[in-house]
């Protein structure tokens, strides 16, 4: 399986710098805002816990992927969605060929002659055939994505007209993990109704994202149409680093 | 299959060896057959290069020459031993040294140079056993041929492995080759066997049973390369009632060597025939009867009686029953059986008289 990120707990940073104290509340602020939501949920519905997803990966292009796990999450089932976003969207990652797999793996979500295709929101136990089939992604190297900004059109309808700006943090971000930071980010925005089939979405990826730049959107005013990604920096465990963070017009009816 | 020059001959590669050398000449009677057989798909491993590094390690200066077997197989328990894990930069040049030039560490060319001794004694010297050549190609163009017809999936520019397709037969995915860059046992084979696929040609894969997963893998590439392939799993022999990697030791007085050394009376001859009766007639394919020196002895005993027998055919009768059951044999599976091959013609009466056999088990 592959090592997710460590959630946040405000504890572990007790020991953090004073300079870095204000960056670091925030941060912990907002974490605990997605923790929050998460454990709230999304309705009132029945709830299948411990529910969890397998992606299986064979290649990454970065807006393929992103546009695939959009994808994936807006056309769940709404019990799923609710167990899935509840269990904070676990996820693993699995080193496969989606066409080989398929045929004795059936009930996956991809695209003929995608790179990935999504098993779940399923218990432990349904993935386990999987994972014994499969190894666990590993990919240490740094992750290379395109020059310039990205735009993915949302897929699933008509251009919609809503744009979702994203940015996310690529430095001393490995392949294997850079996977777990947008999985969540895209994952969670598109339960919550942040993004929508047909929606343009903008990617700015950026060595770093500098929680001061992002003060505002971190704000627990704007909490209902921004989705973060804070977890530990693998450099640095004591403190949370803003690995994505994402802002939705959707909400506003802006179109 | 392939053995690593790191540890004395125990009875399970015994085994496999006789098993080998009894199929490819009795086959070799009736059909064109070729052993391949390559030193460097054992040594391009990192469990041959990793267990170098840790002798230049921590024996620099040690001179192998004179070194005995079991004081180089007591150096591979203490490697398992202390698992020490490589820098697996150091490797590298190991590697790279063992496939460009065939350089074997001075410790392993010493065992090598011992076990030669004791195949030729055995009558397996002359397998081509001690073939060292370069690899028929290189793992670049092979690793190209599998991504050409889709069998891998390669995650090395994202700093991970290189796996085979196994789900695709509903296999497991097997790693190739690491994400320190190092391929496994398996890349060596294919880059021997790859090559040599030419349609009619029947590959036959002789390996240990504990690794059947790879090796119905194994077949399942050359099929898709158009071999026609089959395989021939050899139960381990256990020792005391235990199966064990050889890595673990457990193999003190059942070397190959100490086999030798304890059938002394015995001439080389019934030493050969005795070998053959007990590791290709008393166990079979998937025996999972541990090794007994005590029924050892009695084969070459027996064997010794079967030989002092005055052949009284004139007319090679013998003989030519023996190139039918040989013919039946071959028939069946597209080679002669060892096991079926020693049970049928080793009968209560025989005599060995037919030249054919004696020169398949002697």
Known sequence: MSEAPHEVRSEAWSEALPEAQSDVELLTAAARTRLRAAHDGLGDGPVPWGVGVAVVVADLDVATFIAGVADFALTLPDDLCEGWYRAFTRTVFLAGRPASVAARHPGCRTTAGAPYAWYGPARRGELRPLSRLLRAFDGPAPIDVPTGPLTVTVPGGEPSGHVVDAAVAIGGVSTGDYLVHVHHLIAEAALRGLIGPGDTLRVDHRKALDTAEFRDLLAPARADRVQTRITRSRTEPHHPRLYGVLESNRLQGGH | MTITPTKPLTPTHVKGLLWTDILVKASAAVTGVRLVWNNRMATLTTQSTAFWHYLDLTEPDTDWSGESETGIGERYLRYHTERREPDPRALDSYLARADQDGWIHPASRRMLEL??????????????????????????????????????????????????????????????????????????????LVPLIRPGRMFLLIHDDELTADYLLLKRVLTEFGAAVTRL?????????????????G?????????????????????????????????????????????????????????ERTPDDPADLAGQQVMTALSRLQARSGYVDPYRLTASVMGERAALPAPALRAVYT
Do not use: C
Request: net charge positive; proline share 5%; glycine share 12%.
């Open chain 2, 251 to 307: 193999w003190k007085g059942t070397t190959l060597s100490d086999l030798s050394a304890t059938s002394g009376s015995a001439d080389r001859t019934a030493y050969r025939l005795g070998m053959r009766l007990y590791f290709a007639g008393v166990l079979h394919r998937r025996s999972a009867q541990s090794f007994r020196m005590d029924l050892l002895r009695r084969s070459v005993g027996r064997a010794a009686r079967l030989l």
């Open chain 2, 115 to 192: 076990w030669r001794a004791e195949l030729d004694l055995l009558g397996v010297g002359d397998l081509g056993l001690a073939e060292d050549r370069p690899l028929a190609t290189a793992t670049r163009p092979v690793i190209g041929a599998l991504a050409e017809r889709g069998l891998i999936i390669d995650h090395r520019r994202f700093g991970g492995p290189l796996y085979l397709d196994g789900p695709r037969w509903g296999m497991p995915l097997r790693q190739l080759i690491s994400s320190e860059g190092h391929p496994n046992y398996l890349v060596p084979i294919l880059r021997e």
């Open chain 2, 233 to 249: 799993g050899l139960s381990r022999v256990p020792l005391n009632g235990t199966v064990r990697s050889s890595r673990y030791g």
